[in-house]
Each structure stands twice: as C-alpha cells, then as structure tokens.
C-alpha cells in the first residue's frame, strides 16, 4: 500500500526558506510523477510544483524562481526548496505522488502546515 508522508512544515518569517520532504512507501519517487499541491481554507488545491519522470519540472507562477522541487532516488525522498518565502505561501502542504506514474491521480499526503509571518 503507498504512503506518502510530508514533513518539514513549520513557521518562518517573511523572507525566509524551508525545506519540505516526503518520503513515500511502496512507490519509487524517481519512476513516477510526483508533486507538490498546497491549499488554504475555503480554495481550491493548487498545484505548486511538479516534477516528472524525465527530470523536467514545472512551476505555478506565483512561485516560480522561489521554490525548487527535487528529488532524491537513493533516499526515496522528494522535497520542496521554499526560499523568499510570504505571508501568501502560508498553507498546508502536500505531496502527491501520480499513480501508475503519472500525474492524472494521486496517492495522497496528510500535509505539513507552512506558516509564514510579515
């Protein structure tokens, strides 16, 4: 059964960086489309970065040149660089990992709460 588990979240001040990890059982991260999605109360889901099987990433506009999706194959492990950081990332935070490999559906995190302050 795969489980995706995110870490990382936290409080950081306007200007600062965090670094978000998701370790996900059962599923080889670097063989599948994985992604990062974060949402706040009463929005929709966005997603934030995405990285796929070729390496290739993509990056929703608001945090473009900011944020850093990667991966790390021998740890299983994706993360999300967040640098630069506002109040407007503050969120909860998911990784997705795309089942059968691609992103169309997900298996789903619990999220990690990302709370920025000015």
């Known amino acids: 059964q795969v489980q995706v588990k995110e870490s990382g979240g936290g409080s950081v001040q306007a200007g600062g960086s965090l670094k978000l990890s998701c370790v996900v059982s059962?599923?080889?991260?670097?063989?599948?489309?994985m992604s990062w999605f974060r949402q706040t109360p009463g929005k929709e889901r966005e997603r934030v970065a995405n990285i796929e099987v070729t390496g290739s990433t993509t990056y929703a506009d608001s945090v473009e040149g900011r944020f850093t999706i990667s991966r790390d194959a021998a740890k299983n492990t994706l993360y999300l660089q967040m640098n630069n950081v506002t109040p407007e990332d503050t969120a909860m935070y998911y990784c997705a990992a795309g089942r059968r490999g691609y992103c169309l559906s997900y298996y789903w995190g619990q999220g990690t709460q990302v709370t920025v302050s000015s």
């Open positions: 059962e599923y080889t991260v670097s063989r599948g489309c």
